[in-house]
């Protein structure tokens, strides 16, 4: 009877760990393994769930509504990260390369991403005087919080800083999208075992990029510079060839509805360019049945007037 007994303590000690590691691992996910690559002596720090600073960041972000969010920041703890500024340059882009190691052995890459080409403008500074929440710039020894989902992110930020334009319509709307987060962040921390976040690159305002730049983004920040101004200089020649307004835009229009493109890290400066130049020529359209021939191409003269921030990666530079 005794050796009975003994046996079913061992039993049921051993269904307890059990059942109490299952309980563990899905209220907190963070059993998955973390791994950080970042660029601290370029001043970018990523601040991990790990990291005993991170829960004192997002106390910092969720203490207007700290119960009502905190809930879904658990759920997506491995999945999280802020990103601090330790140097004295604004950061103007950057790009964050996410592999979630699944338990049948695969790897799942995703990217995120906040960019400002033209804070590189030195003529033209809009961060100056203003306050950008939830993006680019990140000040010096400031932190932005990143998460896998961008969604996230942007919730968490409106929470905090657009309370006074928030309805309960759109409160509830928010709670139902990031209800739906949670279990999908729950649901894909059963299955990853590890997850790796790395700063692929970013760039300051002096115009210099670091990091090694799998995503092309000095790429695609070169091509949104390089449309920019050959869309002034289209519009420059025709001026200074006084040819009329209506042949100018068919041309600009020509360009706005020319075929799509879809980016990807494969892109060159080229492709990029013929990317933004579609965007760049939507702009001006814009703005011309807005306000006019004239303030059109006012606009593009004074663009093409900038002056920006030589482009270099910091190899280059040093």
Known sequence: MKKFVLIAIIVIIGLCLTFGFTYHRSQHPLNIQLNIKDLPEDGLIL??????????EVTSLVNENPTDLMRFIDAAKPFCVFIKNTGTREIAGYRLKWELLKDDGKVVTSWSSSSAPDLLSRDEQPSHGMTMHGSVPIRPANTLFVSLESVMADF???SKYGRANQTEETLKKRDSIM?????????KAQSVIGVTVMV???????GTFVGPD?????????????AQRDLGQLVKQHVQGKKSSSE????????????EAILDSSLATREYKNFFMKIHARNLIRIRDKNGDSSAIEYTQRLLRRTWAKLQKKAERN
């Open 47 to 56: 601040v991990s769930p790990s990291d005993l600073a991170f829960d004192a």
């Open 248 to 259: 100018l835009f068919n041309k600009i229009k020509s360009i706005a509805d020319g075929p």
């Open 156 to 158: 968490l930020y409106s």
């Open 179 to 187: 209800s739906q987060l949670n279990l999908m962040n729950q649901e």
């Open 200 to 206: 692929d690159c970013a760039y300051f305002e002096d």
């Open 214 to 226: 799998s995503g092309g983004l000095f790429a695609e920040t070169k091509g949104y510079i390089d």
